[in-house]
């Protein structure tokens, strides 16, 4: 007996101790939040709809980033419907600039799924939501915290952060995705499971900053182990960089220049570029370009050919009118290039 009473003691003040840190957190949030156009009060349809958007677009790039393309988008496809009917030429277009366009083809099949099988309601559950196209653990996660309200706290990039240097998390084993997902469960849980996502992301974002953290601002700082052995730095899980090397074919006629559908590489599938060859450790290669691309280091060299009657379905381009065509931001930094060498 004595020693359940112990044990239940032992669970009260943990779950006591982790109920004061949400506190502190949701204090610091409603306080500090910024205020963001998919945060704005509306209808619980329009907030799943708000929700699945943002989160797409904020998958691999910054919220400073997402925040124009976003109100462009919304103002262009306001909710699932319209998304499930939008030419894709336009989702394109209102998507260029952002990069990593399978997420917008990803978006709008999702869309036509979610219509389709669940009569235009985001689902509300994980094994539903996890097998959209283009939605992942987090997403899945940030989706049912976010939109429905559900006790999910979703590991992103600003939440690992902060459980880095609150618990002090340097070694291999320690910062691993598997022991992070355990470790969350630190921060506790809230009845406001909505805000309380939205609250850790941004306590990453605005106070638990990759370099120079605002410590004297943190609501948990008075706890974080990384503050009392100030050492704020990071160790990442090292992604190895591969190194790939392609011809780029350049047919120029008429002050402009051949495109093609790139039906061959993973990356930027469907998208049009120039016409490319990719070459296997090739001798005495001189680079004109170099592009990072995820983990691949893109080194290529420039050759201008003539004959251009290999191609069954060119698409030329006019230099000077790069603005009008639905064009990714490599292609157009490579005629930028060009014009400018």
């Given at each position: 007996?004595?020693?359940?009473?112990?044990?239940?003691?032992?669970?009260?003040?943990?779950?006591m101790k982790d109920q004061l840190v949400t506190k502190k957190i949701l204090k610091w949030y409603d306080l500090n939040k910024r205020s963001l156009p998919w945060r704005k009060n509306v209808s619980l349809q329009k907030r799943q709809y708000y929700t699945l958007v943002s989160e797409f677009m904020l998958q691999q790039t910054q919220v400073v980033t997402v925040i124009p393309y976003f109100?462009?988008?919304i103002k262009n496809i306001p909710d699932l419907k319209s998304l499930v009917?939008?030419?894709?030429?336009?989702?394109?277009?209102?998507?260029?600039g952002l990069g990593y366009y399978s997420r917008a083809k990803n978006l709008k099949k999702s869309a036509q799924i979610v219509v389709k099988n669940f009569r235009g309601n985001l689902p509300d559950n994980f094994d539903d939501l996890i097998l959209l196209p283009g939605i992942g653990n987090y997403t899945a996660s940030a989706i049912l915290a976010i939109a429905f309200n559900k006790p999910y706290i979703p590991l992103d990039g600003n939440i690992e952060r902060i459980l880095k240097r609150y618990l002090y998390l340097k070694k291999d084993k320690e910062i691993q995705k598997d022991n992070l997902i355990l470790k969350k469960s630190i921060f506790g849980i809230s009845s406001r499971s909505s805000d309380y996502a939205q609250a850790l992301m941004e306590l990453g974002a605005l106070i638990c900053k990759p370099i120079n953290?605002?410590?004297?601002?943190c609501p948990i700082s008075k706890k974080c182990k990384s503050l009392q052995k100030k050492d704020f730095e990071l160790t990442k899980s090292v992604k190895k960089s591969v190194d790939k090397y392609f011809l780029l074919k350049v047919y120029k006629k008429d002050q402009r220049y051949l495109l093609i559908k790139n039906t061959q590489f993973n990356f930027l599938k469907n998208l049009t570029i120039f016409p490319m060859e990719e070459l296997s450790k090739p001798k005495?290669?001189?680079?004109?370009?170099n592009f990072k691309m995820s983990n691949m280091n893109m080194n290529i060299k420039i050759k201008y050919l003539k004959n251009s009657d290999n191609f069954k379905s060119p698409y030329w381009i006019d230099e000077k009118k790069l603005n009008k065509y639905m064009l990714?931001?490599?292609?157009?930094?490579?005629?930028k290039y060009l014009e400018k060498n």
């Open positions: 007996l004595n020693a359940s009473v112990s044990l239940l003691s032992i669970f009260f003040k943990l779950h109100i462009r988008f009917k939008v030419q894709n030429r336009k989702l394109i277009k209102l998507w260029e953290p605002l410590c004297n601002k005495n290669f001189n680079k004109n370009l990714p931001t490599f292609t157009k930094k490579i005629v």
